[in-house]
């Protein structure tokens, strides 16, 4: 019994000088997302090398649905005054962002925080998009570029040359040889078709899709999308729709397995999808820029989509710090070469893109060259992309009426102007309520 009151001292030595001191907690970032699947796997496999490259933050990813349900997230989690540190925000949310109130510009955020990033570095066709009075909003995170696929098979089936057509005119010629043939059941489909068919087929021919430089210059803006190019333009699809060699398959990704699984010869969707389609097509396939209707009109740049990483407002200052941390990381050249190469998004520095360049990437993967190859061209006023309040809700309205046009319902003149009605109408609100 006398031997207890040691064996406890020895026990209690062990307890208190044997155990390893508990690691200092780190600081939580955290981060909502839209992105879902394979591209899902890899922002937490990014968020991961970050969260190992460092021992004071740890970044916390949550996808929060897709992205107009991120946005709209994001917006009341602020005024709630509990906002994510960093939201993805696609293209089209840029000036509802801009004008919320609930942002930290990254530009700012880097200068205050004293942490140096070569903007220079960034390519202009990405920044020129998120940025305002030359400074840098949001960071540019998956950036992408419709662009036309197709498949091998099908068209070696119809006879065709190993190349995907160049025009709208040489689209229509392939698709009636493929389905004639017996190699597809439609010629094309479009996915996301407002973006793809509108918002990118204007600035790809130097046409303006709304007043005021698509709304860079002020908030009294107007649609332009039912002048000439546009009723020709989607009145061709119409027309072919009717043919039954183009085939409308939905909004955003829905038209994508009539490519996938063989019943359309060709796809016209963003880049971003090529990580995907090298894992799963089971066809041989390729890949051509977005098709132009050639002369009269010039071939101009398309226009970056995606989305880029917005950092608001409402954390604890100290926060801050690992914030712009995170953002250095996705920008540097690493990060970038490896980004792309897995995903199909755009690499966003010139670094990147040279150190892809070097290691022979893109010879060895033409497809992923594709996109970057639209945006060779110095933006003009209509190709620099498009600034306009309440986007998500335009488009949606948009696609409304292309789907009454495709259906028959409406000629492209009576859907398209309907379309800028109803648009006009939501730029005129928007106006209204974020004018002082």
Request: charged fraction near 20%.
């Amino acid at each position: 019994m006398t031997r207890w009151p040691g064996i406890v001292l020895v026990l209690s030595g062990v307890i208190l000088f044997g155990a390893p001191a508990p690691s200092l907690a780190k600081t939580e970032i955290h981060f909502w997302h839209a992105m879902g699947g394979q591209l899902g796997e890899t922002v937490n496999e990014l968020v991961k090398q970050f969260n190992q490259s460092q021992p004071e933050y740890e970044v916390k990813a949550l996808n929060k649905g897709t992205y107009p349900e991120v946005l709209t997230a994001a917006i009341a989690a602020y005024r709630q005054k509990n906002p994510p540190h960093i939201v993805q925000v696609f293209d089209v949310g840029t000036q509802t962002m801009l004008l919320s109130g609930a942002i930290y510009p990254i530009f700012q955020l880097m200068k205050e925080q004293e942490i140096p990033i070569n903007w220079g570095d960034l390519i202009k066709p990405v920044t020129g998009y998120y940025s305002r009075d030359g400074n840098l909003y949001s960071m540019p995170f998956n950036s992408s570029s419709p662009i036309l696929y197709y498949n091998r098979d099908a068209f070696k089936k119809a006879g065709l040359a190993d190349k995907p057509p160049a025009t709208w005119k040489e689209v229509g010629e392939v698709s009636k040889k493929v389905v004639a043939a017996g190699a597809a059941k439609c010629g094309f489909t479009t996915s996301w078709p407002s973006w793809t068919m509108l918002e990118n087929t204007f600035p790809w021919h130097d046409q303006p899709f709304a007043t005021n430089a698509n709304g860079y210059t002020g908030l009294d803006t107007k649609l332009l999308i039912n002048g000439e190019f546009g009723v020709k333009h989607i009145g061709q699809l119409a027309a072919w729709q009717k043919e039954g060699i183009y085939s409308y398959g939905g909004r955003m990704g829905q038209p994508d397995p009539k490519f996938i699984n063989g019943d359309c010869a060709m796809l016209i969707q963003s880049s971003a999808v090529i990580g995907n389609f090298k894992r799963t097509l089971k066809f041989e396939w390729g890949t051509g820029q977005l098709p132009h209707w050639g002369a009269p009109y010039k071939r101009q740049n398309t226009v970056v989509g995606g989305a880029t990483l917005w950092v608001m407002r409402g954390q604890k200052a100290s926060d801050y710090k690992g914030v712009a941390q995170v953002m250095k990381f996705i920008a540097e050249p690493h990060q970038q070469t490896w980004w792309h190469v897995t995903t199909g998004y755009l690499p966003i520095t010139q670094t990147a893109i040279k150190n892809l360049e070097a290691s022979l990437h893109f010879k060895k993967n033409p497809e992923q060259w594709t996109a970057l190859s639209q945006l060779q061209a110095k933006p003009t006023a209509n190709s620099l992309g498009h600034r306009l309040g309440n986007f998500v809700q335009i488009r949606e309205a948009i696609e409304g009426e292309m789907e009454h046009i495709f259906a028959g319902k409406k000629t492209a003149k009576q859907g398209l102007d309907d379309a800028v009605a109803k648009g006009n109408e939501i730029l005129k609100e928007f106006a209204a309520a974020n004018t002082q």
